[in-house]
Each structure stands twice: as structure tokens, then as C-alpha cells.
């Protein structure tokens, strides 16, 4: 090779290493610059969700400020503390691992949030744990409508147990523990039931509170699931990388494809592809959208929930467990929307309207086949011809309507026997017949609970099986 | 020239120099993993850990001193087993398990010669009955860990081998199909949760059988397999949200997932082994130190163990007799209790039981238990004794049945069944052949335990 041609080699290698010397150096200058312009304009990444929870808290302040306090069962002075604790406790993430119900509330103590490390959230006069014989115990079990978005006095259980004691129809103290869980369903409250009875946590009664959810989550998965299973296949991958990794020694990949994707310049070009998303979504509908209703679906949930219930019931005969079942108030039913002023008409119900169209389904189904428990308490109609505004948000109830809600339950708990006659003081009163409730329908109850379940339902909903 | 002329040439030149250096370096870098690749890919086994070395020389066991056992212990034809093994080690290589809601995981669906599971959640067997489950079938759903999902070929299974037979046996007035929902792993609280979904499901079968005591007795504190892995995922996730609520340090990179990656290049590893072979020597060689000793465990938790087992069959059976179906819960034969060890030439002497020796411990106690109060639910086996007495291998591995003792164990669950009224009316012959009192049945001692 002559002279020259060496000469033109080195000077192309040179140049090569120079170019790429210099693309270095202007990608990390690249990520620097984004990554302090991130620190300086965090608004920049907010997505929908975020947005909407600025938006929410933005709203309390002004156009429902004069309803906050009332709603929320606060003193006006308490307003600012309660608001710095809930931004505290959304900051723990809400809820944290278990074992076969996928997750359950953090531990907190603060004023107003008081969850335990045991898994329930606090009411006044909390309980001991574990439950103690001396009181007549209930487990209630439910979403976040139960656990409650306010303070912790307002909140269903805690009410009930007020309810109950002040009632002066008992003859001993009750105790009531709050398992409200955000997200959770009847399956997920079966399950954490059972698991309670694994752990040697044997309540006097339990009661349910669904409805909203199950209907929101409708294919009967619980929250979360695709995030589960994605870990899960990520896993699986790492598991075959690591296996190729110890087997020929070839680095694994995926971490580096993680970091790229966690790099400033990465991020900036998300957020630029989901605004152009965004941009094109909002010039189609200005406004929140609910999704298509598929009736079959809806006929399958109450199918799941007819089954958990009967499935609850049966374990919790086996215990002596007197066990009640609530069908709960929602917003989508019998509710006039007009008085609904928390709620947001750019996010909407965000598919807990589902539950509108599923509670009338729910009511037929029940009126041709009632549910084969003891205690079915139809509450979904008691805001029929309520002129006022039950909800906080979406679909949390307000602390006034949490306690018409309680009262309901538990004079219908007190009324249909739930309580043993060795707790009660005297003969329970008799509630008034009310024709919004749907007792009507719903009170011709079998007596005979050991029927099997698939008999419940009419022909046709049942989808297969071995009989 | 000027001094300005001079000195940005100077920096120019500096900067050539480091450019040069970096090239140079960075080639040096990739030539190196390069090479180290070469050497890994040449030696793989220079790099396998331990638990990988273990799957190996289990293989590498039955064609060795177990070569002249597989056949018959794996219930395979002569000429089978390289085409059995192959399928094996490409099963293990893109993993077993996948997701599955409520009982954390499942096993994948795959359809091969020797493996085949469904999508709908089971593992099939001989003469495999349809799904949805066929009206015209007595339907009976199996659960177990491993040992009931079977380690061998699909026919060999407890499962499949219980339903050839009832349907052999002649004392069924319907044909049988079982249905084997065995997953590795799983214990008396997931099955119970399978149960329940497949409920829910709408799939409602005459029988349901659970087939425990092994696993129940392995994962003492009642958490499921991979629970750590969840509960990390779990948190690692939050706190990527709660990062990204934040929104200030969500356009932080993740530096941890660089380093990971760069631990996991050749050269990284090539220093690891080298660190390894110099300062420990003794780490890759095996030496009786290395050897499983192990772990007592205290009473009061193996009672804790059998409280949970015996609360799940009381919670299964309850739900069960809402829906009219038959339940029997059956203690399986473990190795660790009245089997004579010397017969069990298929322990690896340096894993030992590796923690399956428990069960060993809890048996007795639970025996006692059972003894003393008498289970509420309807029916009971007790099948922990049939290894008694018995004087050659009834284990594959550690622990898993051989296709001859499954057959054994399966006769010993139909016999009882049969005895014990487990089936309906409509599908029992008119005088169901009852078998002769076993000593080793110890709810017989006490009659018929009382449905509750």
C-alpha cells in the first residue's frame, strides 16, 4: 500500500473517531440540557391522570369551595391540614403488596388518615387487634367508597359502629373494622376474608358493600393485573436473558434498553408523541366519552358477584359468621345527575357509569331469582328523589350521605336478624316498608342457603360448566 | 505563527490524541467481550451458577448412575428419553409459568409430546375429556402441587392415572374425566383459590379432589412461591409512579439498569470468575460443606402449618357444598415420613430433600391431630402411609412419584373413594364395592368424619 493510501486511511479513521467523539459529547450535552429543563418545568411530563387530580383539587378550592367543608365533614379550619395529609398519603402510593388479593392499604397514622399496619383504616374508638370477645366484631369489606376519600370519622364503618352503639338495641359494644380497600371488588373482598380466617382473625358478622366496582371492573380482573402480568413476563425474559447470560456469557440487553428509554432525550420525544395523541383525541371530542355498554358483560358481573356472595355465605356459615350483603348507592342509578355538581363534565364518571346500566339488570336478575343469603340489603335506592348533592367527586359519597347510608344498613342489619338474640337487647324494631328500596322484590329470600348456586341463575346466563 | 494559532492547534491536536484514545479504548473494550464470548461460548460451564448446575445434573443424573431407571420411573418406551429430555430442558429454557390473577401464577399453556397444558389452566392427560366440561362425564377437577401436575409424561400423572382407573374399573355407572389442575407450587391455599375461580368461572365439576401435605409443609409461612419477586416488583413499580407523580425525577435516568447491564458483559463476568477462582476457590469445586443440612423447625409452626391446611379444606368444602359438589382431601405419600430411605436411590445426596424434609417432621403431628379430632369435612384420606413397608424407589427426584407409584397411589384414592360414597348416586353402581378397612386410613379408626 503506498504512502498516500495509508495516509487516506488514517485521516478517514480519524475523522470517524473525531465524529464519533463529538456525537457523544452533544448527546449527553443533549440529556443535560433536557434533564435540568425537566427540573425546571416538571408540569411538562403531567398526564392525563395528573392533570385531572390537579384539576380535582383545583375545583374544592373554587367552584365547589362553599361545599367542601359540609362534603367532607371538616371544620373550616381543618381544610388545609386535611388537604397537606391526603397529598401525604397519595405520596405513599396508597396501597402496598399482599398475597393473593394483589394489594392492600400502606400503614400510615396521620389526623385524618389512620390505616393500620394490619390492613384496615381506623374508625373513632378503634378496636383492638387482634378483635377481642368482648365485643360483637364486624369486618366490612368494600372499595374506596368504604374506605372512605375523607377523614376517618366520616367514613362508613366508622358510622356504623357509632350508629350501632348509640342505637342502644345491643347488648354489647360493637366494634367495626374498616377493610375498605381502593379498587377492591367482591372477589378480591372474598379472598381477603378468607384470608383474615387463615390468620385466626374470626369476626361476630361481616358485611359487604359492592356494586360500583365490580361493575367498573368488568371482566372480574383485579386492579392492576396488566401491570402484574407485565412484571411477570418482564421476569420471565430477565429468567430466559439469565439463563442465555450464564449459559454463553452474552450481556443482557434489556436493562440496557431500559436506561435508554429512562434518558431525558427519550422522555422529551414521548411527551412530544403524546401531545401530537393528545391534540388529535381532544379535535375529535371535546368531552369525556363513556365506553360502548356490552349487556352480556354486564349479565356476567352480576353472575360473579351472585357467585362470590354465595361462596362468602357459605364459608362464613361454616364459622358462625352471620354475613350481610349491601348492593350500594351509585350515582349512574336513580340519582338525579343535575344535582351532581362534584362532578366533572370533561372526565365524567370514567366508567363507573357502567354500574347505571348494570343496576337495573341486577334487579331483575333478583327479582326472578333472589339472592340465596340471609341478609341482602338493596341500598341503591336510597337517593331516589334526593335533591342535593351526595358526592364529593365522581363517586364518593359526601359525610351527610355516608351517614343516611349507615343508618339504612344497620337498621335493615338490626330488622333482619343479623345480629344473634343473645346480642340484642329487645326485639329489633321493625323498619317501614319502603318501596324504594326494593324490599319488595328482594324479600322473598331462601331460607334454604344450601341450595346450589347454579340454580340461581335464569337459563341462559349460565355459561357452561360441568352441569 | 501566533501564540492564538499556536495554542488552537495544541487543542486540537489534544483533542485528535482523545478522540484517538477513546476509539482505541472502546474497540479494545468490544474486542475484549469478544473474545471472553468466544471463551464462554466455548466452556459454557464455566459460568453456570449454582442453580443452573443443579438442573443440569439432574439430567445429567439419568444418564449417568439413574440411566438404568428413567425408563421405567418416567413411564417411557425404549428410544423416548432423548426426545423426552429434549423437550424437557426446551420447556425450562423459555420458562414454565406465567401470570394468572388471585393465584399469582399458572403454568404456560404448551402443547408437545410429553407436556401438554391447557390454555384453560390444566395439564392433560390420557384420553383428556373437552372443556367446557362434557354433561355426560362424571367430571372430577384435581389439585395438587408438582407432584399432582407430575414431572414425567403427561400419562403418567396421578391424575391421568386415577381416571384410566375408575373408567377400567367397572364400578361406575358414568365414564369418569378427570381433570389435572396440579401446578408446581401451589399448596392448599392456592388450590383452594383455583377452586374458586374456576367456580366463578362457571365450570362446576361433580368432585373435587385436593392432594396435598408436600408443599403445605415446604412454604411454612403460607406465602406463595415468588412472592418476594411481587412484593419488590410491587414496590419498584410505586415507586416509579410515585417518581412519576412527582414528576420532577421522572426524567431521571435509571443508572442502576446501566449497571446491570454492564455486569452482565463478558469481560464483567470474565473478572468475576477470576475474583472467584482466586480468593474462593473452594466455591467451585463441591465439598461435603457444601452439603444440604437441614433447617429444624419448630413445633408450634408446623401446627401452624397444619391449622392452615385443615382451615382451606374446611373453606373449599364449604364453598363446594354450596354448589353440590363432592370434596375429598387426600394427605400424599412424602418421602420424609415411613418410607425407607435407603430405597431412594434418586436423592442427590448433596441437595438432599432441601427443605422437603419438613413435611417428614409435620406428619406425625398432624396424624396425632387428625387422631384426636376427627375432620369436619365429609371426606378424608390419609394416603401418607402407603409407602410403608414398600422396599424400592417410589421417587424420580427428591420428591417426585415415579409413573409406577403414581398408579399405586392412584388405586389407593379411587379405592377409598369409591368406598367412602364420593360420588354421586346417579354415577355409583348399586353396591359399590367396598374396600377392606385400611389401618393407614385413620378417620376410619374414627368412622365418618361429620359434614359442618
Not at chain 2, 386 to 408: Q, W
Amino acid at each position: 500500500m503506498s504512502g498516500g493510501a495509508v495516509k487516506h486511511v488514517w485521516s478517514v479513521v480519524a475523522y470517524l473517531s473525531h465524529l464519533f467523539v463529538i456525537s457523544i459529547l452533544v448527546f449527553a450535552a443533549t440529556n443535560l440540557l433536557l434533564w435540568q429543563f425537566f427540573q425546571q418545568y416538571p408540569a411538562v411530563l403531567a398526564d392525563k391522570k395528573q392533570q385531572m387530580n390537579v384539576e380535582y383539587r383545583a375545583r374544592l378550592e373554587a367552584a365547589l369551595a362553599k361545599w367542601k367543608d359540609k362534603w367532607y365533614g371538616l371544620r373550616p379550619d381543618q381544610w388545609n391540614a386535611w388537604a397537606a395529609e391526603s397529598i401525604q398519603v397519595g405520596n405513599t402510593g396508597g396501597n402496598r403488596y399482599a398475597d393473593f388479593v394483589m394489594f392492600k392499604p400502606v400503614a400510615f397514622m396521620g389526623k385524618f388518615y389512620k390505616l393500620s399496619e394490619h390492613g384496615f383504616r381506623h374508625v373513632v374508638d378503634q378496636g383492638p387487634w387482634p378483635p377481642e370477645a368482648g365485643y360483637y366484631n364486624i369486618f366490612f369489606f368494600g372499595g374506596s367508597t368504604l374506605l372512605g376519600i375523607g377523614p376517618y370519622w366520616t367514613a362508613l364503618p366508622s358510622l356504623l359502629q357509632q350508629y350501632l352503639n348509640n342505637s342502644r338495641v345491643l347488648a354489647k359494644p360493637v366494634k367495626v373494622y374498616n377493610f375498605g380497600t381502593g379498587s377492591y371488588f367482591s372477589t378480591q373482598e372474598k379472598i381477603r376474608f378468607q384470608n383474615l380466617l387463615l390468620e385466626r382473625h374470626v369476626p361476630d358478622g361481616v358485611v359487604f358493600l359492592d356494586g360500583l366496582n365490580d361493575f367498573y371492573f368488568v371482566t372480574g380482573r383485579p386492579s392492576g393485573w396488566g401491570w402484574f402480568e407485565a412484571c411477570f413476563r418482564e421476569n420471565a425474559r430477565n429468567a430466559r436473558e439469565y439463563n442465555r447470560h450464564h449459559r454463553f456469557g452474552t450481556p443482557r440487553w434489556e436493562p440496557l434498553r431500559n436506561f435508554i428509554r429512562s434518558l431525558p432525550v427519550f422522555r422529551a420525544g414521548q411527551i412530544l408523541g403524546r401531545r401530537s395523541h393528545a391534540k388529535a383525541i381532544i379535535r375529535r371530542n371535546g368531552q369525556y366519552t363513556p365506553p360502548p355498554i356490552d349487556r352480556a358483560a354486564l349479565v356476567k358481573v352480576c353472575q360473579r358477584y351472585i357467585e362470590n356472595a354465595q361462596q362468602i355465605n357459605a364459608i362464613a356459615m361454616v364459622h358462625d359468621i352471620s354475613a350481610a350483603f349491601v348492593w350500594q348507592p351509585v350515582p349512574g342509578y336513580k340519582y338525579d345527575l343535575r344535582h351532581h355538581v362534584a362532578l366533572n363534565p370533561r372526565y365524567g364518571m370514567l366508567g363507573h357509569e357502567r354500574s347505571g346500566y348494570g343496576y337495573p339488570i341486577m334487579r331483575s336478575i333478583l327479582k326472578r331469582n333472589p339472592l340465596k343469603v340471609k341478609h341482602f340489603i338493596w341500598a341503591a335506592d336510597i337517593q331516589e328523589n334526593r335533591k342535593e348533592p351526595l358526592y364529593v367527586d365522581a363517586v364518593h359519597y359526601t359525610a351527610q350521605f355516608s351517614k343516611v347510608l349507615v343508618k339504612y344498613i344497620a337498621d335493615r342489619l338490626i330488622a333482619d336478624g343479623f345480629f344473634p338474640k343473645d346480642v340484642l337487647l329487645h326485639s329489633a324494631p321493625k323498619t317501614e316498608s319502603s318501596g324504594a328500596a326494593g324490599k319488595t322484590a328482594l324479600s322473598e329470600r331462601s331460607k334454604a342457603i344450601t341450595r346450589p348456586v347454579r340454580s340461581l341463575m335464569a337459563p341462559g346466563n349460565n355459561n357452561g360448566g360441568g352441569k | 505563527m501566533s501564540a492564538y494559532g499556536e495554542r488552537s492547534k495544541a487543542i486540537t491536536r489534544f483533542f485528535a490524541y482523545l478522540s484517538h484514545l477513546v476509539c482505541i479504548c472502546v474497540l479494545l473494550f468490544v474486542a475484549a467481550n469478544l473474545l471472553s464470548l468466544l471463551v464462554f461460548r466455548a466452556y459454557p460451564r464455566i459460568l453456570l451458577p449454582e442453580d443452573l448446575l443443579t438442573t443440569y445434573n439432574y439430567l445429567a443424573r439419568f444418564s449417568g448412575q439413574l440411566k438404568p431407571y428413567r425408563d421405567e420411573w418416567f413411564g417411557l418406551q425404549q428410544g423416548q428419553w432423548e426426545s423426552w429430555e429434549k423437550e424437557v430442558t426446551k420447556r425450562l429454557a423459555v420458562g414454565l409459568s406465567g401470570y394468572e390473577d388471585f393465584t399469582m401464577f399458572r403454568m404456560r399453556p404448551c402443547k408437545g409430546l410429553f407436556f401438554s397444558f391447557s390454555e384453560h389452566g390444566f395439564r392433560n392427560g390420557a384420553d383428556q375429556g373437552p372443556w367446557p366440561p362434557g354433561r355426560d362425564y362424571c367430571n372430577i377437577f384435581v389439585f395438587g402441587g408438582s407432584t399432582t401436575m407430575g414431572t414425567g409424561p403427561d400419562w403418567t400423572t396421578v391424575p391421568s392415572r386415577l381416571q384410566e382407573y375408575l373408567n377400567d374399573s367397572g364400578r361406575l355407572k358414568k365414564p369418569v374425566r378427570v381433570y389435572n389442575f396440579g401446578r408446581g407450587s401451589y399448596f392448599s391455599t392456592q388450590e383452594r383459590i383455583l377452586f374458586q375461580n374456576l367456580l366463578l368461572a362457571g365450570r362446576i365439576p361433580d368432585g373435587a379432589i385436593f392432594l396435598n401435605g408436600l408443599n403445605d409443609f415446604y412454604f411454612t409461612d403460607g406465602r406463595p412461591s415468588g412472592w418476594n419477586f411481587f412484593e419488590r416488583s410491587f414496590s419498584e413499580g410505586r415507586d416509579e409512579a410515585l417518581q412519576w407523580v412527582a414528576n420532577r425525577t421522572s426524567a431521571r435516568p435509571k443508572w442502576q439498569k446501566l449497571g446491570q447491564f454492564i455486569r452482565s458483559l463478558p469481560v464483567w463476568r470474565a473478572g468475576e470468575i477470576l475474583g472467584r477462582r482466586l480468593f474462593s476457590p473452594s466455591a467451585a469445586t463441591a465439598s461435603p460443606d457444601r452439603k444440604y443440612k437441614p433447617a429444624q423447625v419448630s413445633e408450634s409452626v408446623l401446627r401452624e402449618v397444619i391449622r392452615r391446611h385443615l382451615e382451606n379444606a374446611r373453606q373449599a368444602e364449604a364453598v363446594a357444598h354450596a354448589y353440590g359438589v363432592s370434596t375429598a382431601f387426600v394427605v400424599q405419600p412424602v418421602p420424609g415420613y415411613k418410607y425407607d430411605m435407603k430405597y431412594h436411590i434418586a436423592l442427590d445426596p448433596l441437595r438432599g430433600l432441601g427443605r422437603h424434609e419438613r413435611s417428614g417432621y409435620g406428619y406425625p403431628i398432624m396424624r396425632s391431630i387428625v387422631k384426636r379430632n376427627p375432620l369436619k369435612v365429609r371426606h378424608f384420606i390419609w394416603a401418607a402411609d402407603i409407602t410403608e413397608n414398600r422396599k424400592e424407589p417410589l421417587y424420580l427426584d427428591a420428591v417426585h412419584y415415579t409413573a409406577e407409584f403414581s398408579k399405586i397411589l392412584a388405586k389407593y384414592i379411587a379405592d377409598r373413594l369409591i368406598a367412602d360414597d364420593f360420588f354421586p348416586k346417579d354415577v355409583l353402581p348399586v353396591s359399590a364395592l367396598k374396600t377392606e378397612p385400611s389401618g393407614a386410613n385413620i378417620q376410619e379408626e374414627h368412622g365418618h368424619a361429620t359434614a359442618n
